[in-house]
């Protein structure tokens, strides 16, 4: 690990006010335990996934995760409850739980099981119970949210694209999460109406963290987000985790990632 002693030049950025949307609704899981019951599809809801919905298909990911390094049993608990094929395409369903990305239009994608509950372990950083409140930066498809929401009290996601910002709401509606709130805003800005937070993580990078996330995070909260690590448009990555106590800030640059870039403003 590489620790970097002064925290990085803020980016300019574009405000825009984010629009919240309601609650997916429905109830809220409590602890590890709760998450099956949490995101049970209702009855009479249509299957999808051409077997993609069996448990042991997500079993079997969440036992490879675990060969990975993940060790935190609340995350590879939400990581077996949620369905990640119900966020892909129909044509990518067969490739839903394999440990890749893939798309999910409008040139953005779906993070890798072994990203998402990477730093989802990070964020937690050795919790014994769940986190406060949580923003996420960059919505997608809505399948990162439905893991956090099962990590957290509250979460606050926002995206800046409108066509995806609708598609998660579409995906997350069968889940009725009532603790996760989609936001269509500029997520460079973080959202200052829900602050301070007990966590932020980013799935874009950018070229430092916009200095409003930092602003947005609790004193003993944690930020976890990718930065670019190469200089000029090599376009190389690395996670990086900020720490915010009452004596400043700790940050540190972890392992090389590659997300889609970090931009201002709506679309």
């Not at 019951?37 to 299957?47: C, D, Y």
């Not at 998402?116 to 990070?122: G, K, N, P």
């Not at 929401?149 to 910002?165: F, K, P, T, W």
């Not at 602003?215 to 930020?223: P, Y």
Request: proline share 4%.
């Amino acid at each position: 690990m590489k620790e970097r002693p002064s925290f990085p030049a803020r980016l300019d950025f574009s405000v825009g006010k984010p629009k919240a949307s309601r609650p997916v609704s429905g109830g809220v899981a409590h602890g590890a335990g709760a998450a099956r019951q949490a995101v049970r599809q209702p009855a009479g809801a249509p299957s999808q996934g051409h077997g993609m919905d069996s448990s042991a298909v997500r079993m079997n990911m969440v036992q490879k995760l675990a060969g990975q390094g993940i060790t935190d049993a609340l995350v590879l608990s939400a990581m077996g409850a949620i369905e990640r094929h119900r966020f892909v395409d129909s044509a990518l369903v067969n490739q839903a739980y394999e440990d890749t990305s893939l798309p999910i239009g409008l040139g953005q994608t779906i993070s890798k099981p072994g990203v998402v509950s990477r730093m989802a372990e990070l964020l937690r950083n050795g919790a014994s119970g769940r986190l406060g409140r949580v923003l996420e930066i960059g919505t997608g498809c809505g399948y990162q949210a439905a893991v956090l929401s099962l990590l957290a009290d509250e979460v606050y996601s926002i995206e800046r694209l409108r066509g995806l910002h609708d598609k998660a709401r579409e995906n997350l509606r069968h889940l009725r999460l009532a603790n996760l709130h989609l936001l269509f805003g500029d997520g460079m800005a973080g959202y200052a109406k829900g602050a301070p937070y007990a966590a932020i993580i980013a799935a874009a990078g950018g070229e430092a963290v916009p200095q409003a996330w930092v602003d947005q995070l609790a004193v003993g909260g944690r930020l976890v987000a990718p930065v670019s690590a190469g200089t000029g448009s090599s376009g190389k990555q690395a996670l990086m985790v900020i720490d915010k106590t009452a004596q400043g800030l700790r940050q540190t640059v972890l392992e090389a990632v590659h997300f889609v870039p970090l931009k201002s403003g709506v679309a």
